[in-house]
Structure formats: C-alpha cells, structure tokens
Nanobody
C-alpha cells in the first residue's frame, strides 16, 4: 500500500524559508509524477508545483514562481518543496501527491492517486 508522509511545515515569519519533504513508501519500483498542492481556509485545494519522474520537467503556479523550488531524489523516494521569501498568502495546509499512471505530471487534483496527510505552513506578517 502506498503511503506518503509530509514533513517540514511550521510557523515562520514573512520572508523566511521552509523546506517540505514528502517520503513515499509502499510502491517504490514504479515511476511516478509528484506534485504539491495547498489548501487555505475557505479555499479549494490547488496545485503549487509538480515534477516529472526524471526531474527534468517542472511546473509552478504563478503565485510561487521564483520563490519555490520542487525537486526529488528517486533513490530516497522523497520529494521536496523548497519555499523561500514566504508571504502570509502562502499560509495553507500543503499536501504532496503522486500519480503512478505516467511519468510526466498533470495539473488536475483528480489525476493524483495517492495523497499525504498534509502539513501546516503558517506565515506571519
């Protein structure tokens, strides 16, 4: 059974940095795309960043371009989201998700098969 475990969230001040990690277990012999989503109170869950299996292709939503970096280490079955210059608008629960049906990423929430439990990121002004 596939399990995803996020870590690295917390309470920080505007301008600070955080690195989120997503450890994937249970099905490590297959390729998968990986993405990070976030959900703020009262808002829908939306994609933040995504990365292909090879790591050569990435996507960022406009709100985080130039501030966030998605990466992965397939040997460790772990994905990362490095977040810099954090803003109060980045406050949300952050979820990682994987898609085993293809190696390249897709942008729609419904395309992802497995999800982590989420990690809270709170940015104070």
């Amino acid at each position: 059974q596939v399990q995803l475990a996020e870590s690295g969230g917390g309470l920080v001040q505007a301008g600070d940095s955080l690195r989120l990690s997503c450890a994937v277990s249970g099905r490590t012999d297959s390729a998968y795309a990986l993405a990070w989503f976030r959900q703020a109170p009262g808002k829908e869950r939306g994609i933040v960043a995504a990365i292909s299996w090879s790591g050569k292709s990435t996507y960022y939503t406009d709100a985080v371009k130039g501030r966030f970096t998605i990466s992965r280490d397939n040997a460790k079955n772990t994905g990362y989201l490095q977040m810099s210059s954090l803003k109060p608008d980045d406050t949300a629960v952050y979820y990682c998700a994987v898609d085993y049906t293809r190696e390249n990423y897709r942008l729609q929430l419904r395309e992802y098969d497995y999800w982590g439990q989420g990690t809270q990121v709170t940015v104070s002004s």
